[in-house]
């Protein structure tokens, strides 16, 4: 399909085929999606709950403010992620011990074996994406998004 020509200077469309925002969100949508399909059908789990699941992994207890930073996910979406792995037993909910108003969160045995189960399939999909790449090119990727991504 051709471009639309911009008849005037008053329109500037934008080439997204070279819009570097967009290409990093096809290739995020892309490189997510092929992994998805695995746990979604195995576990019923979304994307959203998947992240949840792997930061909790990772930090065993955090709160939901912490996931969400931690995730860079709108917290909407990571409540009602929490709200569901919480329900179907994937996390627990505890009371902090020094501060009764605040929750803290943790992967229950279920969410670890969910967890265990997954997370060999998306290092293995990583492991397959990077191998097209030299180990220049890792290098240097790994430098760009260090640079790109804001602390």
């Given at each position: 399909?051709?471009?639309?020509?911009?008849?005037?200077?008053k329109?500037?469309?934008?080439?997204?085929?070279?819009f570097l925002?967009?290409?990093?969100?096809?290739?995020?949508?892309?490189?997510?999606?092929?992994?998805?399909?695995?746990?979604?059908?195995?576990?019923?789990?979304?994307?959203?709950?998947?992240?949840?699941?792997?930061?909790?992994?990772?930090?065993?207890?955090?709160?939901?403010?912490?996931?969400?930073?931690?995730?860079?996910?709108?917290?909407?979406?990571?409540?009602?992620?929490?709200?569901?792995?919480?329900?179907?037993?994937?996390?627990?909910?505890?009371?902090?011990?020094?501060?009764k108003?605040?929750?803290?969160?943790?992967?229950?045995?279920?969410?670890w074996?969910?967890?265990?189960?997954?997370?060999?399939?998306?290092?293995?999909?990583?492991?397959?994406?990077?191998?097209?790449?030299?180990?220049?090119e890792?290098a240097?990727?790994?430098?760009?998004?260090?640079?790109?991504?804001?602390?």
């Open positions: 399909m051709k471009p639309i020509a911009s008849r005037s200077r329109h500037a469309p934008i080439a997204l085929e070279s925002p967009y290409r990093f969100s096809i290739l995020s949508n892309r490189v997510s999606a092929a992994i998805a399909r695995q746990y979604q059908q195995r576990f019923d789990l979304s994307n959203t709950e998947w992240r949840v699941i792997a930061v909790l992994g990772r930090f065993e207890t955090l709160s939901a403010r912490e996931v969400a930073q931690r995730t860079a996910m709108d917290k909407v979406a990571v409540s009602r992620a929490l709200a569901r792995l919480v329900a179907a037993g994937r996390v627990r909910r505890r009371t902090h011990h020094g501060d108003r605040r929750s803290v969160l943790g992967l229950s045995t279920r969410g074996a969910i967890h265990d189960a997954v997370a060999p399939l998306a290092l293995a999909h990583e492991r397959a994406l990077r191998a097209c790449l030299s180990a220049g890792q240097a990727l790994e430098r760009i998004l260090d640079k790109l991504t804001p602390v």
